[in-house]
């Protein structure tokens, strides 16, 4: 028998925990979390190991675990220069530089001789060296945010999201260093047995991924319609066309993207659908 499990490492309580746990539900894989530190998968042969995001990488770069969810933000600030096997598109955020709403700021040699408070010391400083800018870093692990109002710096580089907590504490954000999403790294050299369940994996992910990104479409349309109608919708070879009891009409099915979608229901009623019904895709396989 074989005994081979991958282990993944995921966030045990915060941000990325819950879609981290969903991703997998998606794939098909059940773990409970009961408030354990490990958990076996119902039905693939996974471990769970639940740990503070800032550790991921390290656990991951350690072989300890094969496989973790974390910010790209923290696996780059770690700097065990881990490949990443998915990005995941959930938990979008940016790291930023912020400072005093009254500020005048123009450009970035503002920050010249400035003190930065942060809890991402390494990405801001290869940022900084990378534009010539000669300034200090404050290192702190947390409330960054009240850094510059208590004088500890007099700017900030953190995570925002919406920017209300910057602007809740008299800030605002003047430049984007990162744009950061949940990702998925991997053990670059994992024995053959942990590569095939990982691919195992990635091949349900991007099915779930790509079935989120599209959406399934149903419409009617009078039989000399149907040409024009096809050439507008995109689908995945073309549309399913079956013929309706009325006379002279036929239902067509196909896939769009969520992206073309206000786009292509413009054009597709114009072109003579009618009764268009759209529905979510739960899996899609390419
Ligand atoms: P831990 O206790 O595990 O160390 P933490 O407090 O360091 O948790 P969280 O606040 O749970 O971390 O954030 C985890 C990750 O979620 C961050 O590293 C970042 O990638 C992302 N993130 C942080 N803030 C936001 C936000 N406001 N919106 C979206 N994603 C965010
Ligand atoms: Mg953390």
Redesign the pocket.
């Known amino acids: 028998m074989n005994n081979t499990k991958l282990k993944l490492a995921i966030?045990?309580?915060?941000?990325?925990?819950e879609k981290s746990l969903d991703l997998l539900q998606r794939c098909g894989i059940k773990v409970s979390n009961g408030g354990k530190l490990r958990a076996e998968a119902a039905n693939f042969p996974l471990e769970v190991l639940y740990?503070?995001?800032?550790?991921i990488p390290q656990y991951v770069a350690e072989g300890v675990a094969d496989i973790g969810i974390?910010?790209?933000?923290?696996v780059l600030e770690k700097g065990f220069d881990l490949p990443v096997a998915e990005r995941l598109g959930?938990?979008?955020?940016r790291l930023s530089l912020a400072v005093k709403r009254e500020e005048n700021y123009t450009d970035l040699s503002w920050f010249k001789g400035k003190k930065i408070a942060t809890s991402y010391p390494v990405v801001l400083q290869a940022f900084l060296s990378e534009k010539g800018i000669d300034a200090e870093i404050e290192q702190i692990s947390?409330s960054v945010e009240i850094a510059p109002s208590i004088g500890l710096a007099e700017a900030v580089c953190d995570?925002?999201?919406?920017g209300s907590?910057l602007l809740a504490n008299g800030l605002k954000e003047v430049e984007t260093i990162l744009r950061?999403?949940?990702v998925l790294i991997a053990d670059p050299n994992l024995p053959e047995g942990k590569q095939a369940l990982l691919d195992k994996l990635l091949f349900r992910m991007r099915a779930v991924e790509n079935a989120g990104r599209n959406k399934y479409i149903l419409l009617n349309a009078p039989n000399d319609a149907i040409g024009k109608i096809t050439s507008i919708l995109p689908g995945m070879k073309s549309p399913t066309v079956l013929p309706l009891a009325t006379e002279g009409w036929s239902s067509l099915h196909s896939v769009v993207s969520e992206d073309d979608f206000w786009e292509v229901i413009d054009r597709l009623k114009s072109a003579g659908a009618e009764g268009i019904l759209v529905c979510p895709i739960e899996k899609m396989v390419l």
């Open positions: 966030q045990k309580g915060g941000r990325l925990s740990l503070r995001d800032d550790d974390a910010g790209e933000n923290v959930f938990a979008k955020c947390g995570i925002v999201s919406t907590t950061s999403e949940a």
